[in-house]
């Protein structure tokens, strides 16, 4: 070992799904959203001059935060935006978690919140999830130095009731709580009206999956007014400015587009439930999901041998070879039309069906 390695900071770091690139994959590997973004979008990047690119954004993202706090009916003061909800929970961590005492989050979720604790050497315990992979709210009733979980829980998709929540809030007044909503505009709700009523607690909610925007980076996070000037003093002493021009324009048109959004999210859902149909008919089990996926196991398929059948034909679901979770898939709701195809390859793949699945695969649906 050189002797300036021992000065390094070293972490194994998080690993982000693939991002593969074929013109007739179907990717439901990532939790993205298969339609897209508004339409004010384009027209606001369409508009941008690039000649403004030679200036400074706006450091305090200010259209941007006016417009998240209107649309949701909050104060400019309790909002704070990042680059990707990411960037907002790495910002969260540094400024949150500065106890001894260990930060809780289930042993089953978000694979970035350990990479977190680790990179900023903050020590963590991880309750774990119920055999139903429901997160057991007694675990979060003792001392610790924080918690945070996503409500609905990434991969499960399983929601803990805002009862619970509040429980968890009620039993933790001296530490920080951070909700990750990432995925709580599919059905879920949202702990965001609880924030009038405990000052330590933080809702995080992202751009990426409910508003298209995944390659745009838009995070943000709601929480009482001191908890945000905390946050954006250590954004401050980081790096000014985050929120490029781009992505302020993109963000703020996708904002104040609320009927788009809802409708897509309602597409969404609906090819969610249309889904969980057709693979409970297939044997598969699978706890009930309030995201934009369904994690799913079947009893007489493994699913690593699923998940490599299914990449041969170019469709991309997520799989982890972790414990308790080996034998599960994690699947993203793409387009009716995507998971007509996903749905018919299992169909064949399990042999309920007569003909092969083709290469040709529009002319099934067409
Ligand atoms: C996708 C995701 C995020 C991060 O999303 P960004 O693209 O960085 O906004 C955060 N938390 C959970 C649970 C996620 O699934």
């Known amino acids: 070992m050189k ?3 021992k000065n390094i900071r070293k972490v194994i770091p998080y690993t982000p799904g693939e991002q593969p690139n074929q013109p007739d994959m179907i990717k439901l590997n990532t939790n993205e959203n298969p339609y897209p973004p508004a339409p004010g979008v384009e027209k ?3 508009e941008l001059e690039t000649s403004s690119l030679r200036l400074y954004p706006d450091p305090t993202s200010g259209e941007l935060v006016r417009a998240i706090a209107e649309v949701y009916g909050v104060e400019e003061e309790q909002v ?4 990707g909800s990411d960037d907002v929970l790495a910002m969260c961590f540094m400024t949150f978690f500065n106890s001894e005492k260990p930060i809780l989050f289930p042993d089953i979720t978000y694979s970035f919140y350990d990479v977190w604790a680790e990179l900023l050497r ?9 055999d139903r992979f429901h997160i057991v709210k007694e ?3 003792r001392e610790n130095g924080g918690i945070i979980f996503p409500n609905p829980n990434a991969p499960t998709g399983v929601e803990m ?12 007044p001296d530490v920080i709580v951070i909700i990750d909503e990432a995925y709580v505009d599919f059905g879920a709700h949202s702990a965001l009206p609880l924030i009038e009523k405990y000052d330590n607690l933080l809702v995080v909610q992202t751009f990426s999956k409910s508003r298209s925007l995944a390659g745009m980076r838009i995070g943000y996070a709601f929480g009482n007014p001191e908890l945000i000037r905390f946050l954006n003093d250590v954004k401050y002493s980081f790096n000014s400015y985050t929120m490029n021009r781009t992505a302020l324009a993109a963000g703020t048109a996708s904002v104040r587009d609320q ?29 009930d999901s309030r995201s934009n996926f369904i994690f799913a196991s079947h009893p007489d398929y493994p699913a690593k041998e699923i998940f490599e059948a299914l990449r041969e034909k170019h469709i991309y679901v997520r799989y982890f070879p972790k414990a308790r979770i ?9 387009t009716r039309q995507e998971m007509e195809t996903f749905v018919a390859f299992l169909e064949t793949y399990m042999g309920k069906r007569e003909e092969t699945y083709g290469s040709n695969r529009t002319v099934v649906f067409e």
């Open 3 to 5: 002797t300036w390695e």
């Open 122 to 130: 903050i020590p963590y315990e991880r309750p774990a999830l119920d």
């Open 259 to 287: 009927e788009y959004f809802r409708k897509i999210c309602r597409e969404i859902i609906d090819t969610r439930e249309w889904t969980k149909g057709q693979l409970r008919k297939l044997g598969f089990e699978f706890q």
């Open 139 to 141: 675990d979060y009733f």
């Open 326 to 334: 080996d034998n599960y898939l994690r699947i993203t709701i793409g």
């Open 44 to 46: 606001a990047l369409r």
């Open 161 to 172: 009731p805002l009862g619970e929540i509040e429980e968890i809030l009620r039993k933790n």
């Open 80 to 83: 704070f935006v990042g680059v």
